[in-house]
Structure formats: structure tokens, C-alpha cells
């Protein structure tokens, strides 16, 4: 049964529930490091690594500090501690292993610490499946799984709108609709496209 619901959570978050095309989060970063992609690749890693590892210490932190104490109204205060202590961290990393890699990403690695979508998926941990469950060690589990594969959908989008991007340019666009105006018509068509994965709904 535990298996299903993985796959259950896996499928929601990559296409039925996107965090990008249907819940609308992280567009930010969507928009910026998607004009290449070998930097929306990287970029959609390191999202992923903040995602999971943050689902897992939100998690503890829930688990073993807030609720003990009765003291969940800091959750989000507590929870952007942890993103932001993770996201320097992801910095740090690049900045050493790849100096070319981190200046491609430039403001919008830094700008992982206020991306809503690995905030969204701390909150939205905390909401579905710490309160629910009843035992905290398959919260844990489909906390991880829904941080991991939230980070698999969001890597997922950025490669399509980068490569969509990439072909862009060598097409003939009309010189108003060059860059974001495109950019973000084309983001509403992959948007809808992703709509067909949960029906339609009138």
C-alpha cells in the first residue's frame, strides 16, 4: 500500500500538481536560468537537493522541536532557516567545484533561499503529512518523497522551457514578442499541456 502512495505522490508532484506550471511557484528562477540548459540542468539539481534534504529537516524540526513545545506558529520562521542554511551551503559547493557554473547561475542561486516552491513544499510536508499519518517515520517518508520528486518535476519543466528557448532563437520571432513575452506565452501553453494530466475541470 505504502508503495502505491509513493508512486501516487510521485505522479502528483511531477505532472498533476506541478509546483511550477500548476501551482504557479518558483517561476522566478523558471524565467531567468531557463534561456540555456545546461544551467537549468544544474539549477534544477540543486533544487532538488534543497527540496529533499530541506523536507527532511523540516521535518525533524517539526517533529522534534515545534510540536513538542507546542510552539508550531514559528514553523514558517523556522522553516526558511533551514532553506536558507541549505541554499548557502549549494553555494558554497559551486562556488568551489564549478567558479562557471556559479557565475552562469549568478543572483538566481542565491535567490533559492526565497524560492516559494521549496517553501511550498516544506509547508505543504508539514500540512499533509506530519498531522496525518500518525507515525512520523512514514511522514518522514512521504515528506522525502514529496521534496525529491517536486525537485524531479521543477528540473523536468526547466529543460523543456529551456530547450523550447534554445530553439527559439534561432526562429524568426517578431521583434516585440523576442525574450519574456514569449518566454512567458510559451510557459501558458506548457501550463495547459499539463492540464491534461488532471482532466479538465469546469
Not at 141 to 155: I, R, S
Request: a positive charge; charged letters at 10%; proline letters at 4%.
Amino acid at each position: 500500500m505504502e508503495l502505491n502512495q509513493l508512486f501516487m505522490i510521485a505522479i502528483s508532484v511531477i505532472f498533476i500538481n506541478n509546483f511550477i506550471l500548476s501551482r504557479f511557484l518558483g517561476l522566478c528562477p523558471f524565467i531567468g536560468v531557463s534561456k540555456k540548459t545546461e544551467p537549468a540542468f544544474y539549477m534544477g539539481l540543486a533544487v532538488t537537493f534543497v527540496m529533499t534534504a530541506s523536507s527532511v529537516i523540516t521535518w525533524a524540526v517539526y517533529i522534534y522541536l515545534l510540536e513538542p513545545f507546542h510552539i508550531e506558529y514559528l514553523r514558517t520562521l523556522s522553516f526558511i532557516l533551514v532553506i536558507a542554511s541549505f541554499v548557502q551551503l549549494v553555494e558554497m559547493f559551486i562556488q568551489k567545484t564549478s567558479p562557471a557554473l556559479y557565475r552562469a547561475f549568478g543572483i538566481y542561486l542565491a535567490l533559492i533561499t526565497t524560492n516559494c516552491a521549496v517553501f511550498g513544499v516544506a509547508v505543504l510536508n508539514s500540512e499533509m503529512y506530519l498531522k496525518t499519518t500518525g507515525n512520523p517515520l512514514k511522514g518522514l517518508l512521504f515528506c522525502a518523497t514529496q521534496g525529491f520528486f517536486a525537485g524531479v518535476g521543477f528540473t523536468l519543466v526547466l529543460l523543456f522551457m529551456s530547450g523550447i528557448r534554445e530553439r527559439l532563437e534561432l526562429c524568426d520571432v517578431p521583434g516585440p514578442m523576442k525574450n519574456m513575452p514569449i518566454a512567458f506565452i510559451v510557459a501558458f501553453l506548457m501550463s495547459m499541456a499539463f492540464m491534461g494530466f488532471s482532466g479538465f475541470r469546469f
